[in-house]
């Protein structure tokens, strides 16, 4: 109770942390620029921004173990300037940095990594005995004590790494983007376990990540880019400073009301059969209405309005700067249907070749994966998947690191042999047409795989030659590539000096050079910034609706498996689950319940109250507790009484839309419950 | 400076190091095998050249002159070849080093008193070896020649051969190899690459285990705690010093037992100038990590300043002192000099800390220096 009214009064203690006009350069190359920061005792605070935004400098500066050039850093009010003064605030200071267990020893246990880092501070054996059995019990490590952390999965490391960064018991910790690359139950798990411990410990958090959607769990956040700070305080109030609604609808035909809402509107986007619009300074109902007329005409369905989100507030604060220029996906005359791309309908592998595995009037089927295994040593990296994509669909294929997502690809792609099952890609059976399958197929990898020392048109060539595009058609492939990527002002320049998201979209088109009916994905967003990655799927969008090519593509950034038609959750090698997003949130609602928010004035009270009260999915989101209620008739009122009778105020129970984060969360926890009682 | 801290990372080092298979192989197995592959293949012995010799004569002499250089331990005979040109073609195909042609009428003209030219084609391609096979096929001649001469003015002056032989070498040269009485450059080349095995192991392993730190961003832990950067150097060098003091004696192991070299000097003596000699070039491994970023630049800077060092300027090849000025100067700046003085010394000269302190007090120096440079460039709050 005492520790949770510290968190809430927090705005009268003194800073934790004081950033003024902090500027960090890397030889002549700046890395942050004039950034200000306030941390104060007892929150979470959160520095949320894609790669480059200079996350990372002013974590590590403000950790004492990295110099830089101007502003000034107190930390606990103890001025940093050098390294000697440096060292006098690390005894009270724990750091995780960035990459997911990287800063542990693989070849050391469990127990043997922890003992390191206490040792390192000089803790008793008393205390350390102490303080490792209730990290241990907190995390549910304990019983991999003994494990070599090379061993563990990403969501342990993660756990294993945030137990030796509070071993010595600090007031503040770094944590560098500490969720990326883990799965959604193990991200959950650790906002969790920090929250616990902000509230027992009095623990003050300074937190990155590239996750948009992570902003709640922040009780004050700075939005970064480019080495600034785009808005800063509680996630409410950064909406606020970019206000707007979003609409929703389910729109025929697509493309066309994509092109028209394009010239009205900068944000806009195609979501499965949806297309979803950002309109700026409006309430929802002005928003609908304005959506409505300028589609007047197209078949519409199911339009939605409501709240925006970070992301959107984000892109839109970069317009409001004018750091970036949100153009209209390509230019007007490429949306028409059959002029944008020159695809030969009749190349080989194309559609009419898979047509035998479907049945008459079925779609036609591009990828099919019927119970592929692969085994390294003792090792099952991939376990009877099985799943079918058709001509013209996204299928996505989500998972954490290591779940098994590129060891599919690369079975599909003929890279590696599968131990069992089989596979077929455009019609070709995947183990004796090797070589057929990759003439039909792009594929691009999570490195790009470009050649950083040739030009951007070098590049493009070189792949079109490898896939021995004819001679003939040299020219207007090259063309079509530079055009359909959004190259033309770049095509002479080095690849290894342009920005990451130019240098996926030219990775994009060497993978689409050969006009291959099916295209492969292997985490093609990870480290692009937001504007990057929603222009990378508008091209997406285009090619799968107006070429018909099937995308299958990976990732683990749940917010982009919204775009897909049809997802596949990977865990542990299995595919745990199958469908649209749309009827995997329905079917959430059907048999766990309706998602519910609960606001009050003190969220850590209430936080326990409901975890005591035996409600599912308690979870702590930043100020607010999401919970999930089967009969919300009944639950809201009980919600409320609960909490009144707890002595709480400012009670509000909303009921919220599931995330796909909410569905694969719940779906992946009862998996493991499944296995617990299997076991038994 | 606190102990425990240091202790902590030099015992989580030292379990990294012997958990990891490829580190173990690094620490052991590639050390033992530089020494046995080097030392069974960099022989400098020039022995049993292969070599022809075409015979147009075919008297009692020209075999009797023929059989001295086939009987020779240095000479490997591939039989007689039936022209020049076959000759030429094995000399083409390096099947012989040299060949000797007699020509006709070779004990005639020699029984007549008059000179005779046997021909020698040597293979001139390795200059070391051809001039030592110069060397052996002119000492060869020389003997046979006196051999003749000897017999001739036995004959003629009716004396008995000893006595002639005084007239015909009136000075015997008596040599006494002092050391290696042997002559065997194995027993020289497996001692001194003792040297060269410490001198590129203990920095390679040193570079690889703080730039992978780095590399993997765990050298953080570091950073951000209140070890103290002498703890974390003392700490992180201590499993490489304690893995190459163990090299120590398996490499001399191996220089007695395999490769029979006598060892004649004080063990003490020598274990500790060995000791101060790795903690030297493990110095050398620190500051090349303080330099490059990753790994793999990590073993190929370390490899090419400590291999061509240790090989070319150590005198391990080349005496120091045949060496021109400028490169005897910078044949001193490497410590691989002072320490093959000291191997050698112990090994075959049977020398101790009287002769040889200078050269450890040159180690001290180097390794005194090394470190300071290594920790007053550490960081813990450094630019990038």
């Not at chain 1, 997911?100 to 043997?112: H, R």
């Not at chain 1, 595009?469 to 055009?483: C, G, Q, S, T």
């Not at chain 2, 009136?170 to 001194?192: E, F, K, T, V």
């Not at chain 2, 220089?255 to 006598?262: I, K, Q, R, S």
Request: one cysteine or more.
């Amino acid at each position: 109770m005492g520790q949770a009214t510290l968190v809430e009064a927090s705005a009268a203690a003194p800073p934790m942390v004081r950033v003024r006009g902090f500027v960090k350069r890397y030889r002549r190359q700046v890395a942050v620029e004039g950034v200000d920061l306030t941390v104060r005792r007892g929150e979470i605070y959160g520095l949320i921004g894609p790669d480059g935004a200079g996350k990372s400098s002013l974590m590590k500066a403000v950790a004492g173990v990295l110099s830089f050039e101007g502003g000034g850093l107190e930390v606990f009010g103890h001025r940093v300037d050098s390294e000697a003064s440096a060292e006098g605030i690390k005894a009270r200071i724990g750091f995780m940095p960035q990459g997911l267990g990287l800063n542990l020893y693989a070849e050391l246990s469990v127990e043997e990594n922890i003992d390191f880092f206490a040792q390192l501070r000089e803790l008793s054996a008393g205390v350390l005995a102490e303080r490792k059995q209730k990290l241990l019990a907190m995390t549910r490590l304990a019983q991999f004590r003994d494990r070599p952390m090379k061993h563990l999965s990403g969501g342990m490391k993660q756990k294993l790494g945030l137990i030796c960064t509070l071993i010595h018991g600090p007031d503040l910790v770094i944590l560098d983007e500490p969720t990326t690359g883990v799965d959604p139950v193990s991200r959950r798990d650790f906002w969790a376990i920090l929250a616990e411990l902000l509230r027992s410990q009095g623990v003050t958090a300074l937190v990155s990540t590239a996750y948009m959607d992570e902003a709640a769990r922040f009780h004050r956040l700075s939005l970064m880019y480019q080495g600034r700070v785009l808005a800063a305080g509680e996630p409410e109030a950064i909406l606020e400073q970019a206000p707007g609604s979003v609409v929703s609808v389910e729109v025929e035909p697509q493309i066309a009301a994509l092109r028209r809402l394009g010239t009205s509107f900068s944000q806009v986007e195609g979501i499965g059969p949806r297309v979803r619009v950002f309109v700026p300074d409006a309430p929802p109902e002005a928003a609908a209405e304005r959506v409505g007329a300028t589609l007047a005409g197209f078949r519409l369905k199911d339009l939605k309005a409501g709240e925006a989100e970070l992301e959107d507030a984000f892109i839109a604060l970069l317009e409001k700067r004018r750091l970036t220029r949100i153009s209209p996906p390509a230019s007007d005359a490429s949306y028409v249907e059959g002029k944008w791309g020159r695809f030969d309908p009749g190349a080989p592998g194309g559609a009419s070749d898979g047509a035998s595995h479907g049945g008459t009037g079925d779609p036609v089927v591009s990828i099919e994966a019927r119970g592929l295994v692969r085994d390294f040593g003792a090792f099952r990296a991939v376990d009877r998947v099985s799943f079918q994509v058709r001509a013209g669909e996204i299928f996505g294929l989500l998972g954490a690191n290591g779940a098994g997502k590129t060891t599919v690809i690369k079975m599909l792609t003929g890279i590696l042999p599968p131990t069992e099952g089989e596979g077929a890609v455009a019609g070709a059976d995947m183990r004796r047409a090797g070589q057929a399958i990759k003439a039909r197929i792009g594929y691009m990898s999570q490195a790009f795989s470009l050649y950083q020392d040739l030009t951007v048109l070098e590049n493009i060539r070189l792949y079109a030659r490898i896939y021995a595009v004819p001679h003939r058609h040299l020219r207007a492939r090259i063309d079509w590539v530079v055009e359909m990527a959004g190259l033309a002002g770049v095509t002479g320049r080095l690849t290894g000096r342009l920005p990451m998201g130019i240098r996926q979209r030219l990775a994009l088109g060497c993978a689409l050079v050969h006009q291959p009916r099916v295209l492969f994905l292997d985490e093609p967003t990870s480290g692009v910034d937001p504007v990057g990655r929603r222009r990378f799927w508008e091209i997406l969008i285009q090619l799968s609706r107006a070429e018909r090519v099937s995308i299958l593509v990976t990732t683990h950034y749940m917010s982009e498996a919204e775009h897909c038609d049809h997802l596949a959750l990977m865990y542990a090698g299995r595919i745990i689950a199958d469908a649209s997003p749309e009827a995997m949130k329905a079917d959430l609602q059907a048999t766990a319940g309706q998602l519910l928010e609960v606001a009050s004035d003190r969220p850590l009270v209430a936080l326990e109250r409901l975890q005591r009260g035996g409600y599912a999915g308690v979870a702590l989101f930043g100020r607010r507790v999401h919970l999930l209620a089967r009969d919300v008739g009944a639950a809201i009122p009980a919600i409320r009484r609960e909490l009144t009778a707890a002595g709480l105020r400012e009670i509000s129970v909303t009921p919220r839309a599931p995330t796909l984060e909410d569905v694969f969360v719940y779906r992946i926890m009862a998996m493991e419950r499944q296995a617990r009682e299997g076991i038994q | 400076m606190k102990w425990r801290r240091t202790w902590a990372v030099a015992w989580k080092e030292w379990r990294e190091v012997m958990r990891d298979r490829l580190f173990f192989a690094m620490a052991f197995v590639v050390p033992s095998m530089i020494l046995l592959v080097l030392g069974y293949g960099l022989s400098l012995d020039v022995e049993n050249i292969p070599f022809a010799a075409i015979d147009y004569d075919k008297s009692a002499l020209s075999r009797d002159y023929l059989h001295r250089f086939i009987d020779s331990r240095y000479f490997d005979y591939r039989g007689e070849a039936r022209n020049v040109q076959q000759l030429d073609r094995l000399l083409a195909a390096s099947r012989i080093r040299f060949a000797i042609i007699v020509p006709p009428r070779f004990q005639e003209r020699l029984a007549a008193s008059r000179p005779v030219a046997v021909q020698s084609l040597i293979d001139g391609v390795f200059p070391y070896r051809t001039q030592v096979s110069k060397g052996y096929v002119a000492a060869i001649n020389a003997d046979f020649s006196a051999h003749l001469l000897t017999d001739a003015i036995a004959q003629r002056q009716g004396i008995p051969r000893a006595r002639a032989r005084q007239f015909v070498t009136p000075i015997r040269l008596d040599a006494r190899y002092l050391y290696n009485q042997a002559i065997r450059s194995r027993w020289s080349m497996s001692s001194g690459l003792i040297m060269l095995v410490l001198m590129v192991s203990p920095p390679f392993l040193t570079a690889l285990g703080v730039v992978r730190e780095r590399e993997n961003g765990s050298i953080y832990n570091i950073y951000a705690s209140t070890v103290s950067r002498g703890e974390f150097i003392v700490g992180k060098l201590l499993p490489y010093v304690v893995i190459s003091a163990m090299n120590i004696f398996i490499l001399w192991g191996f220089a007695v037992w395999l490769f029979g070299a006598p060892f004649k000097g004080d063990p003490l003596f020598f274990f500790t100038a060995s000791l101060v000699y790795v903690i030297c070039t493990a110095g050398i491994g620190l500051l090349v990590s303080l330099i490059v970023r990753t790994q793999a630049a990590a073993a190929l800077l370390t490899m090419v300043i400590t291999f061509i060092p240790a090989m070319l300027y150590s005198g391990l090849l080349v005496p120091v002192e045949s060496m021109g000025r400028e490169t005897q100067i910078e044949a001193h700046l490497f410590p691989t000099l002072y320490y093959l003085r000291i191997v050698w010394g112990s090994f075959l000269k049977g020398l101790g800390w009287p002769m040889l302190w200078g050269n450890v007090a040159a180690l001290v120096a180097y390794a005194a220096v090394l470190w300071s440079v290594g920790f007053l460039s550490f960081h813990k709050r450094p630019r990038q």
